[in-house]
């Protein structure tokens, strides 16, 4: 079977983050979730410690959610991927 998944958000990114070694990551991971337009958030491995998906209805509105995930403590570098194409 299949599972189509519908949104009417206009504006999907991944947030990519590294973070400072010395915070909890499971103490930034819960305040990442309180942000508004953060969907889910992934504890990883790699070069990325943690990956937030955001939705949102445009650009201007992804601005001021990565502002606030910049902000949090603990947080050290991020980079962001903006998704194109649902396939």
Aim: aromatic residues 8%; negative net charge; glycine residues 4%.
């Amino acid at each position: 079977f299949t599972v189509e998944v519908s949104t009417n958000f206009g504006f999907i990114s991944l947030v990519l983050l590294n973070t400072h070694t010395q915070e909890s990551t499971d103490e930034i991971v819960k305040q990442i979730m309180k942000i508004e337009g953060v969907k889910r958030v992934y504890e990883t491995t790699g070069e990325w410690d943690v990956v937030a998906y955001v939705l949102c209805n445009s650009p201007k509105e992804f601005n001021i959610i990565i502002e606030n995930i910049r902000k949090l403590k603990g947080v050290n570098k991020s980079t962001s991927l903006t998704v194109l194409n649902v396939l």
